[in-house]
T-cell receptor, first 113, second 112 residues
């Protein structure tokens, strides 16, 4: 079936550094999402993105977070600067329609030391 | 702020039994509900979606939706050990820019 790829699978960085998480969504999909999941806990919506713009973001999407998808390449989540509480698994997802099935990537496990 | 409540938090059913999971949204404007399954250490995979009142069946899985009460339920018949996973309910609104809110999940264990 359709696959979403995420790079890297695991990232360890020091608090205060910048990190960019990369997502390669399903090729014909139009809607893109980032979620945060702390181990074993709830899946939390961060942001969704369509037609080059952020559509909605949650309170978890702090000012230090930004997303972009330049020229149809990777859909990225940048955190600058990182904080200890940013440690989590970040899942990217994509869908063809706004109310369509979302396909999730395997996640990037971010550890902030 | 929209909340999605799931119950029970955890559930144990014997192999071959029926598992019933519940989900309710607090926001009357919700248009869409999904059920996802997440095995440990993996990403969620969509099981079923439901947008209209009524029932939908796919194989061993049946989902119900009552839009008046904003309640959806997932039923798994002939449960298998491979069904053991975290089941996540999600809801979104077109008017809300398709922002998706997940419940905290029901952890299902199917005992052989």
């Amino acid at each position: 079936g359709p696959k979403v790829l995420q790079i890297p699978s695991h990232q360890i960085i020091d608090m205060g550094q910048m990190v960019t998480l990369n997502c390669d969504p399903v090729s014909n999909h139009l809607y893109f999402y980032w979620y945060k999941q702390i181990l074993g806990q709830q899946m939390e919506f961060l942001v969704n993105f369509y037609n080059g713009k952020v559509m909605e973001k949650s309170k978890l999407f702090k000012d230090q977070f930004s997303v972009e998808r330049p020229d149809g390449s990777y859909f990225t989540l940048k955190i600058q600067p990182t904080a200890l509480e940013d440690s989590a698994v970040y899942f990217c997802a994509s869908s063809l329609f706004g109310n369509g099935e979302q396909y999730f990537g395997p996640g990037t496990r971010l550890t902030v030391l | 702020q929209q909340k999605v409540q799931q119950s029970p938090e955890s559930l144990i059913v014997p192999e071959g039994g029926m598992a019933s999971l519940n989900c309710t949204s607090s926001d009357r404007n919700v248009d869409y509900f999904w059920w996802y399954r997440q095995h440990s250490g993996k990403s969620p995979k969509m099981l079923m979606s439901i947008f209209s009142n009524g029932e939908k069946e796919e194989g061993r899985f049946t989902v119900h939706l009552n839009k008046a009460s904003l309640h959806t339920s997932l039923h798994i018949r002939d449960s298998q050990p491979s069904d053991s996973a975290l089941y996540l309910c999600a809801a979104s609104m077109q008017a809300g820019g398709y922002k998706v809110v997940f419940g905290s999940g029901t952890r299902l264990l199917v005992s052989p």
